[in-house]
């Protein structure tokens, strides 16, 4: 699991699809998938409902979405109080 997996899998919720996530993020909807799928290989759970072709988010989904919003965000204001330190 990487930074990068939970970014998707945070943007795919909040955009509630998985082709959507993959035109704002300039890549392709099977890139998109594998990182979502990797999450849930590392979890062990999924995380999204893919049934009768319309995208859910799974209870598990729901639990995890906050941690990784947290875990993004937080990621993000580090990198920015490191430039700001460093003077870049």
Known sequence: MNIENLKM???VVDEGSISQAARLSY???PAVTRQIRQLENFYGTLLFDRTEG?????????MLYPFAK???????RSKEVILQATGE
Do not use: P, R
């Open 9 to 11: 899998f945070c943007l």
């Open 27 to 29: 890549v392709s909807q």
């Open 54 to 62: 319309k995208l859910t988010v799974t209870t598990t989904g729901k």
């Open 70 to 76: 947290a875990i993004v965000d937080d990621f993000n």
